[in-house]
């Protein structure tokens, strides 16, 4: 499903009356009917007294019009407007002017504190009080108006995007609403998607409110939801060669896990033959634990890193690999980070640069820009500060401008990493992945991420196609976790652990006829 900034929503509501002939009464209506079907499937509406709380533009208007619907349909809407209705224009102006007639119960107020018995005796609320364009904090009687709505305990349905949310970033402007259910009209909005906005709508639903797919499905639009990946199938007679050979240059002194989780990761998702190369001491040790991987024992710093003698070997090591992951538990070792320099732009296999080997590189960029062979990074925001140049408050600002335009200036695919990854492409494309959950913040799960990644190249799948499967297949992997044993306490180990059900899961969703897992990522689509 394609996904909309404010601006792209706006010129496809343009589009859809300029050019399709859909006039906006007709787009007004079709949303507040959607908005409707939302809360009366979650109530018998007969007798209910719904407050439907209004701004003045056109998330006021679809307010309206749930407030017909609901009176249509045998309930009891109290309608409150928070400014003047001389304010309403177009077709809000038509649908206020029909409410009036109507006789319904409305209210024009500007003191918050007026609220009290209106909620106090109301059965829900609707939210209609400020749309995605919002751009300035919530100040004033709107501020408190919500803040009386969340302190209600109410069931709430919020209009397009709860109030107070950025319909751009997610961000909260000062205050917010926080709904359990959320019609989007068009298209979700990023804010609907992005925390902390996402959180607080609640359940996601989505109308198109009529517009033709030419409009909701265009290449124009650059956003989309990370889709469940279509996983290439297993040659009943392939060896383990068939499912591809990964280089791992990772570790040091003191950072055994790195290396482990993302080795062992690739093996268990599916991947055919993991090659660790690490400093000779720390071998026998992850060895332990992983059996299955090879092991290349690399000569070592005085700190315990891999020293650059091992340049010449590392590249021929790294010339017939499918894919090589630099960077999980390398340490920061000045001697280390000018190797991962050295090698960037030398390696002639698909290169994942993951934790400390984007720190490395972060120093000289021009090493990633002139890679010829795909590049994937998967920095979290401190990673992506290093990278930019920014700070993570600038990054969390815009986070999806701000991946574009690094992908595009490094010619490479990054996952930023954090709740609802984002995987930019060098094209300028930006994916918003659904899956995984707060246990997942713990120590090793990104190297988990890479190992996986990997894996998909190895499958047989493109690096780009990679990046975006394995973000998934991780998050799956780790809301399987969760259901099993919680998100408290949730360990990298878990998630790697829940990796093969994660594949058998996805390729079980593809075969089968009716979906029954991939449901929990998707957005349902009401009809208006």
Known sequence: MKISNVNEMRRMDQKAVQHYGIVEEMLMENAGLAAYRVLSASMNMAGKRILVVCGIGNNGGDGLVVARKIHSGGGDPRVIILSDPAGYKGAAGTNFSIISRLGLNVRVIDDAGSLHDDLCCCDAVVDAIFGTGLTRPVEGH??????????????????????????????????????????????????????????????????????????????????????????????PVAHKGSFGNALFIAGAAAYFGAPYFSASAFLKAGGGYARLAAPRSIIPVVAQKASEIVFHPQVETASGSIASTNETALRE????????????????????????????????????????????????????????????????????????????????????????????????????????????????????????????????????????????????????????????????????????????????????????????AVREEKTSSQPFYGDRYRIPVVDA
Request: charged share 20%.
């Open 142 to 235: 709107y501020r408190e108006v919500i803040q009386r709505i969340n302190r209600s305990g109410k069931p709430v349905l919020s209009l397009d995007i709860p109030s107070g949310v950025a319909g751009d970033t997610g961000r909260i402007m000062g205050e917010a609403v926080r709904a359990g259910d959320t019609v989007t009209f068009g298209l979700p909005k990023v804010g609907n998607l992005l925390y902390p906005g996402y959180d607080q709508g609640g359940r996601l639903h989505v109308s198109h409110i009529s517009f033709p797919p030419a409009l909701y499905q265009s290449e124009a639009l650059t956003i989309a939801l990370n889709d469940m990946p279509n996983l290439p199938s297993r040659d």
């Open 317 to 504: 090591l790294a010339r017939p690999m499918d894919m090589v992951v630099m960077g999980p538990g390398l340490s920061l070792d000045r001697e280390t980070q000018a190797l991962v320099r050295a090698l960037t732009p030398a390696l002639g296999a698909p290169l994942l640069l993951d934790g400390d080997g984007i720190t490395a590189v972060a120093e000289d960029l021009d090493g990633v820009r002139q890679r010829k062979p795909p590049t994937i990074l998967t920095p979290h925001l401190g990673e992506m500060a290093r990278l930019t140049g920014k700070t993570i408050d600038t990054i969390s600002a815009d986070p999806i401008e701000m991946l574009r335009r690094t992908a595009m200036d490094l010619g490479a695919v990054i996952v930023l990493k954090g709740p609802h990854s984002l995987i930019g492409f060098p094209d300028g494309r930006v994916r918003i992945n659904m899956s995984g959950n707060a246990g997942m913040a713990t120590a090793g799960s990104g190297d988990v991420l890479t190992g996986t990644i990997a894996a998909l190249v190895g499958l047989g799948m493109s690096p780009e196609a990679a990046a975006a499967g394995g973000t998934f297949l991780h998050g799956m992997a780790g809301d399987l976790a969760a259901d099993q044993k919680g998100q408290d306490g949730m360990t990298a180990r878990d998630i790697l652990d829940f990796l093969p059900m994660a594949l058998k």
